[in-house]
């Protein structure tokens, strides 16, 4: 049985550029959540989807956005990137009120 | 913006010794859990305690929570090389958003 699984592990890209990150759930998981962590940092809540809707949003400008597709998998789009993006994106899945199971992360790198 | 604080910030111990971190959190939550990392990998679910329950044991982990002084504690008991990560508690206040304190980083020397 998979766990999550984030696409890719390693991403480099240029200031403005635009980025899209990807995740499958847990398989029987219907609800996905993006987090971002820092260097030395706890991840940060980005937003949490649940049948393809954002269901909930931190406080992340309008540059990140997401989808959610049928069969639960997920992307994490960022625009117009700043070198403060660089970080690791954590997506973690799970069903209501359960803990969350997270990927191992795409380490996005901006110069 | 982060929940709470953890301390220490970083703990170094001997194998067979016992570890102790602290969380304190800001808001009323509705649960707390405690996950951990190894170096730059995802989390992985450790233990999770209710707003109503004190405490809570699952093999080597003892957890405990005080909700009048918004804080809780998660102890490794008997710790191992294999210990060495960074831990995190975070926060649900009921909505399934996680909100993630500062961690704190545990090193066990063989």
Redesign the interface.
Same mark, same amino acid.
């Given at each position: 049985d998979a766990g999550?699984t984030q696409s890719p592990t390693h991403l480099i890209k240029t200031r403005g550029q635009q980025v899209t990150l990807r995740c499958s759930p847990k398989s029987g998981h219907d609800?996905v !959540?993006w987090?971002q962590q820092a260097l030395g940092?706890?991840?940060?809540?980005i937003f949490?989807y649940y049948e393809e809707e954002e269901r909930?949003r931190?406080?992340f400008p309008d540059r990140f956005s997401g989808h959610q597709f049928p069969n639960y998998s997920s992307e994490l789009n960022v625009n117009a990137l700043l070198l403060g993006d660089s970080a @690791?994106y @954590?997506c973690?899945s !799970?069903l209501? $009120?359960a803990?969350?199971?997270? $990927?191992?992360?795409t380490?996005l790198t901006v110069t | 913006?982060?929940q709470g604080e953890e301390d220490p910030q970083a703990l170094s111990i001997q194998e067979g010794e016992n570890a102790t971190m602290n969380c304190s959190y800001k808001t009323s939550i509705n649960n707390l859990?405690w996950?951990r990392q190894n170096s730059?990998?995802?989390?992985?679910?450790l233990i999770?305690i209710r707003s109503n329950e004190r405490e809570k044991h699952s093999g080597r982990l003892r957890v405990t929570l005080d909700t009048s002084k918004k804080s809780s504690s998660l102890l490794i008991t008997a710790s191992r090389a294999a210990d060495t990560a960074s831990y995190?508690c975070?926060t649900d206040a009921g909505?399934?958003?996680?909100?993630?304190?500062?961690?704190t980083r545990l090193q066990v020397f063989p």
């Open positions: 999550v609800t !959540s987090y940092q706890g991840p940060q809540f949490q909930q931190g406080n @690791l @954590l973690a !799970s209501t $009120g803990p969350l199971h997270f $990927g191992n992360g380490r | 913006s982060q859990q996950y730059g990998r995802g989390l992985v679910h999770l995190f975070a909505t399934d958003k996680l909100i993630f304190g500062t961690g």
